[in-house]
């Protein structure tokens, strides 16, 4: 059963983080980085963004002239605090050392808000012990995921992805959740192919490109929060 829904790169990203209770299951250092990677991403594939030319990990990103107006706050911040910086130091500005007011989270905050108004999602609050609150979100549409690991599956299998789909595989695959979501697969074989797949070049130099670097700016920001946090 497919899917007549239109998702952005950050909530198809969140949808497979999702575990099957509805529970966030990568760690939050690694999550803030994807959701950043994501956010970025998004705004270049909807050409909101732009990477100027330049040698590769110096280019920089720029606001694309008579881009439609965002709609969307935490989106709009993601834009500001992308705008001149290259792609890894943006993820990092957004959801990693160099972000100090949490605006991945707000961001997975708002797309998770959204997936459960277009009721693909169900927001349950649990109390522990009287004493704190979290928050689960269990599939009210299962189709939708399945959809979406689907086209990665096709990816993977050398089908050619749409840009999306190749941002996705590149995300998932620094963060290390292909191997949870496709457990058959062998797993060097497919880390090979996932990192070839942003690099074919179908959707133009620009957006290969950006792939190529937000998957290196994710891993790099989940190493330097994680070292930080363990000095």
């Known amino acids: 059963m497919t899917t007549s829904l239109v998702l952005s790169l950050p909530a198809e990203l969140l949808l497979l983080v999702l575990d099957d209770d509805g529970n966030l299951r990568v760690d939050s250092t690694k999550r803030k980085a994807a959701v950043a990677g994501a956010a970025v991403l998004q705004l270049v594939l909807d050409g909101v963004l732009d990477l100027e030319p330049g040698e590769p990990g110096r280019a920089r990103l720029v606001a694309r002239p008579g881009a439609a107006t965002l709609q969307s706050a935490v989106l709009e911040q993601a834009k500001e605090r992308a705008v001149g910086h290259t792609p890894k130091d943006a993820v990092a500005r957004i959801g990693g050392a160099s972000d100090w007011k949490g605006r991945a989270k707000d961001i997975q905050e708002s797309v998770l808000d959204e997936l459960a108004a277009a009721g693909v999602l169900d927001r349950f609050q649990h109390r522990h012990l009287g004493l704190f609150t979290s928050t689960s979100w269990p599939l009210r549409r299962p189709e939708v995921r399945s959809d979406i690991q689907a086209r990665i599956d096709t990816a993977l299998d050398g089908g050619p992805p749409d840009a999306q789909a190749a941002a996705l595989v590149g995300i998932l695959n620094a963060i290390d959740l292909l ?40 891993i790099a920001s ?3 929060s994680t070292t930080a946090a363990n000095s």
């Open 179 to 218: 191997p949870k979501l496709f457990p058959r697969r062998d797993k060097k074989a497919m880390r090979r192919v996932a990192e070839q797949i942003g690099e074919l070049g179908w959707a133009g130099e620009a957006v290969a490109q950006a792939i190529s670097q937000v998957q290196a700016a994710v």
């Open 222 to 224: 989940v190493v330097v």
